[in-house]
């Protein structure tokens, strides 16, 4: 039989002197806790009768609500006649008391990125939810293909819906907040190790996205044990559980000068859009690798005295540069359209929402993809085999670079908060030493 008794957990003790009143369900020595919500200093606290001393100006109030707990929880032991586990049964007193669910919690969070306006991530986030959705609604017994088809059936669905104005990150969130397959007991280390192998076999994904999913499962745990729903113990990454490991990205290999002339030389189209392309990345490379959804949310009001002044969208930092002389020839090729633009320099934002700042996500991400699929034919006729991508015009500059600037000016133009970030990202394009040092034993 489950024993059954409140405890005070000294462990979870907040600054203010009181901790945490949990049920505490023990059986086949294994125990789970069960938060009431109620907090108590450790003077108001009897801990052999597992009550609050008269000395607690509500003592009644919450050793009545206590005993309440203690009833319901013995009743569920008693309905299933003590037939299953302390874990079991928690999740019995849970639904009971309306906890929430894993997917709950995490759409929670990612509605709140949503109305901060963090569009990028808390699509990502969302990816994860209906990734972690088509784990637990897989039948591995189907082939492979089979079960890989229908996902990506159902994905194009999705895609598609919502373009046509039918489907809604918020419907997206709605549906997690109401989907309660996933509890936070389920997702154990055998759950997790289980994931892994399904987000690599059957959604394609590498070693890095699937570390990103982790981490993020990880966060909603770390914000369900800050919030008291869950206890601690059934945290699946603590000590020799899973450990999250990130290992270091691919090399980064950006485009040496030749190949950027190659791409300067090239004839289009005027406001083709493979021409606005070219344009777009040339910008980004001119302006120390500045982020093309930056470049194009450009504005003509950024550009006093031959300088560009602008915040850098993904941390706010502002920044203040000089405008090469390559830029400006690609600059004044737009001018003259600055009206129609909508004050923009490029034309991707022309018909934005101005305060709207998910149709801004929308059409900065639109172009962005656009963008992706030209330089990939701008590649094949510069020859470039290099995979040709917005990212990568950071990375030239970077490869360029090399290690004739110093470290605190690459930090300024990169816009990075640590040193200590430049010089990794750097270390990707600075292989000086390393081919002296081989070429002193191979040239003997």
Not at 44 to 64: A, F, L, Q, Y
Not at 194 to 215: D, E, G, P
Not at 364 to 393: E, G, M, P
């Amino acid at each position: 039989m489950a024993s059954i008794k409140i405890v005070r957990r000294k462990n979870k003790e907040r600054k203010d002197g009181t901790a945490p009143l949990a049920l505490r369900l023990s059986k086949n020595y294994k125990t789970n806790y069960f938060f009431t919500g109620q907090y108590i200093l450790e003077k108001d606290w009897d801990c052999e009768n597992g009550k609050v001393k008269r000395t607690h100006p509500n003592h009644k109030k919450i050793n009545n609500f206590l005993m309440k707990k203690i009833i319901e929880a013995n009743d569920i032991s008693f309905e299933v006649n003590n037939k299953i586990s302390s874990k079991e049964l928690k999740k019995k007193i849970v639904g009971l008391n309306n906890q929430k669910s894993f997917f709950e919690l995490a759409a929670n969070r990612i509605e709140n990125k949503f109305k901060k306006g963090t569009y990028s991530v808390a699509k990502s986030e969302l990816s994860i939810l209906h990734n972690l959705d088509e784990y637990l609604s897989s039948k591995t017994a189907l082939p492979k293909e089979v079960i890989i088809s229908g996902i990506n059936k159902r994905r194009k669905e999705r895609i598609s819906r919502a373009k046509r104005n039918g489907y809604s990150y918020e419907d997206g969130i709605n549906y997690f907040k109401n989907n309660t397959k996933l509890e936070f007991q389920d997702i154990d280390q055998s759950f997790i190790n289980k994931y892994k192998v399904f987000c690599s076999a059957y959604l394609l994904q590498k070693t890095r996205t699937i570390t990103n999913q982790l981490i993020f499962i990880r966060t909603i745990f770390n914000i369900a044990i800050k919030d008291n729903l869950i206890d601690n113990t059934i945290y699946p990454f603590a000590n020799e559980k899973e450990r999250i490991r990130i290992k270091s990205s691919n090399h980064k290999i950006g485009l040496t000068k030749k190949e950027i002339e190659k791409i300067e030389q090239l004839n289009f189209p005027k406001l083709s859009s493979i021409w606005h392309t070219r344009n777009v990345w040339l910008i980004a490379f001119y302006f120390a690798g500045i982020r093309i959804s930056d470049v194009v949310r450009l504005k003509w009001s950024d550009f006093k005295n031959d300088r560009l002044y602008y915040i850098m969208n993904k941390n706010e930092k502002p920044l203040s540069l000089k405008i090469p002389e390559k830029a400006k020839s690609i600059l004044n090729k737009y001018k003259k359209h600055s009206k129609e633009n909508n004050g923009y320099v490029f034309p991707f934002l022309q018909k934005v929402k101005e305060h709207n700042t998910e149709d801004m996500f929308r059409k900065t991400r639109n172009a962005t993809k656009l963008f992706n699929k030209y330089l990939k034919r701008i590649a094949v006729q510069c020859d470039i085999k290099k995979n040709l991508s917005n990212h990568i015009a950071r990375h030239s500059f970077g490869n360029i670079a090399g290690d004739s600037i110093h470290p605190l000016m690459l930090q300024k133009l990169y816009r990075h908060s640590d040193l200590k970030t430049t010089l990794n990202y750097q270390a990707n394009f600075i292989h000086r030493d390393a081919d002296e040092a081989l070429d002193s034993v191979i040239n003997f």
